[in-house]
């Protein structure tokens, strides 16, 4: 079945990097779109990144460009969310995200559990 687990979250200072991964399986992972999403606390989630299944074409929320680079590695069945000049604002828990399309035309989307990402001194 399809997994997605991230990692690499944690505390870190105003101003600080932190670099998230997220390893899948159960799908044709070079095939597909990844996403990065968050959640502040008390907010919605929200789309921070996504990259084509080559990894040709990426899209960044506004306030994240300039500060956040998603990449991929195929061969590795995992997708990266590179963080620098973290602020505050930028704590939430992140989530990978795939959507697939079955045999059958429907639509899924599979979460991972998602990681804690603290900015704060």
């Known amino acids: 079945q399809v997994q997605l687990v991230e990692s690499g979250g944690g505390l870190v200072q105003p101003g600080g990097s932190l670099r998230l991964s997220c390893a899948a399986s159960?799908?044709?992972?070079?095939?597909?779109?990844m996403n990065w999403y968050r959640q502040p606390p008390g907010k919605e989630r929200e789309l921070v990144a996504s990259?084509?299944?080559?990894?040709?074409?990426?899209n960044y929320a506004d306030s994240m460009k300039g500060r956040f680079t998603i990449s991929r590695d195929n061969a590795k069945n995992t997708v990266y969310l590179q963080m620098n000049s973290l602020k505050p604002e930028d704590t939430a828990v992140y989530y990978c995200?795939?959507?697939?399309?079955?045999?059958?035309?429907?639509?899924?989307?599979?979460w991972g559990q998602g990681t804690q990402v603290t900015v704060s001194s």
């Open positions: 990259i084509t299944g080559t990894g040709d074409y990426t």
């Open positions: 159960g799908f044709t992972f070079s095939r597909n779109t």
């Open positions: 995200k795939v959507r697939l399309i079955n045999t059958r035309g429907f639509v899924n989307d599979y």
